[in-house]
């Protein structure tokens, strides 16, 4: 299983670009990164996910490179509203089951 | 996508005592996963449930601490028994839909 290793965590002030980064460097073939968002209290979120170069959606983009060893989840303009832990997931569903380890996360605080 | 509850959201429980933990999905799935969440920590699965078969528990994690049943495909229960105070966690059941996974709110346990 690869072993994902991000910052602990980061600050930020609103209306600024974030980007967290994520290494994996014992990523297999036939995982996915995927990028979770999870506010106090509550379930992870899911924002984003890809397996190789960029992927875009309406919120984040996610970076990946050609190894795959690494990959960096961009937050455009972030709010306060988006200060949470944001974990970084690798891993696949197969037969029986989904193997996948979370990360410790990033804890993000965003300043007004 | 998935809409997942769980029941119920918050717990607080005498030590030596047991709790079965509801989780709820709007669509069929043939795995579920069960995740604890320590204060301050990130996810570690517990088991995974498929229907009509033994529950699959992660190292660490055995059976007849957390029993698991999974009587058809939009239902789970998690049951914590004995409990301690090292069991108070939030407690998350997960499905599984391409390659990400969906999460419920949680259930948080606090044992005295």
């Known amino acids: 299983l690869a072993k994902t290793t991000q910052p602990i965590s980061m600050d930020s002030y609103e209306g600024q670009e974030v980007n967290i980064t994520c290494s994996h460097n014992?990523?297999?073939?036939?995982?996915?990164i995927t990028w979770y968002q999870q506010f106090p209290s509550q379930g992870p979120r899911f924002i984003i996910q890809g397996y190789k170069t960029k992927v875009t959606n309406e919120v984040a983009s996610l970076f990946i490179p050609a190894d795959r060893k690494s990959s960096t989840l961009s937050l455009p303009r972030v709010s306060l509203s988006d200060t949470a832990v944001y974990y970084c997931?690798?891993?696949?569903?197969?037969?029986?089951?989904?193997?996948?380890?979370f990360g410790a996360g990033t804890r993000l605080f965003v300043k007004a | 996508s998935a809409v997942i509850s769980q029941k119920p959201s918050r717990d607080i429980c005498q030590r030596g005592t047991s709790l079965t933990i509801q989780c709820q999905v709007d669509?069929?799935?043939?795995?579920m996963f069960w995740y604890r969440q320590q204060p301050g920590q990130s996810l570690t699965l517990i088991a995974t449930a498929n229907q009509g078969s033994e529950a699959t528990y992660e190292s660490g994690f055995v059976i007849d601490k957390f029993p698991i049943s999974r009587p058809n495909l939009t239902f789970s229960t998690l049951t914590v028994s004995n409990m301690s105070p090292e069991d108070s966690s939030i407690y998350l059941c997960?499905?599984?839909?391409?390659?990400?996974?969906?999460f419920g709110p949680g259930t948080r346990l606090t044992v005295l």
């Open positions: 997931l690798v891993g696949a569903l197969y037969t029986g089951g989904f193997k996948t380890i």
């Open positions: 669509s069929q799935v043939t795995m």
């Open positions: 014992n990523i297999a073939t036939n995982d996915y």
């Open positions: 997960s499905v599984v839909f391409g390659q990400h996974a969906f």
